[in-house]
């Protein structure tokens, strides 16, 4: 393993050792992820020294096809490990979008929302 992915994996461990509540990483937009990338998620998420911590991996899958490296990556960590979960999401209509962007900005819903909605 290289010193990089080494020294990072043992910064994880470290940080993740010191904390009382589980760290969450959010990884969006890995259907654009390079090898180097991929290689250092791989080393991360098989790793059986890292505890207290979570991935969260996002990926349009609409982007990808079963050869992708993240779906190879992905099919890899799965193998035999029950805590790794797959869930599909799909586009929100704009109804919805315009009722969350509301919400998060505490407005009812209105014309201003629907037109934040459909930009």
């Known amino acids: 393993m290289s010193a990089i992915k080494e020294c990072t994996l043992q910064l994880l461990c470290a940080i993740c ?3 009382d509540n589980p760290l969450i990483i959010f990884l969006d937009d890995l259907q654009w992820a390079d090898e180097a990338s991929m290689d250092m998620l791989n080393v991360l998420l098989t790793s059986s020294e890292l505890k ?16 992708h490296s993240f779906c190879k990556l992905m099919d890899n960590v799965a193998k035999g490990d029950e805590s790794v979960e797959k869930m599909e999401l799909f586009s929100l209509s704009p109804t919805s979008i315009t009722s969350f962007i509301a919400d998060s900005v505490k407005k009812e819903e209105d014309t201003e929302m629907k037109e934040l ?3």
């Open 52 to 67: 207290n911590l979570m991935f969260i991996c996002a990926y349009r899958s609409n982007e990808v096809d079963v050869e």
């Open 17 to 19: 050792r010191a904390l």
């Open 117 to 119: 909605s459909s930009a």
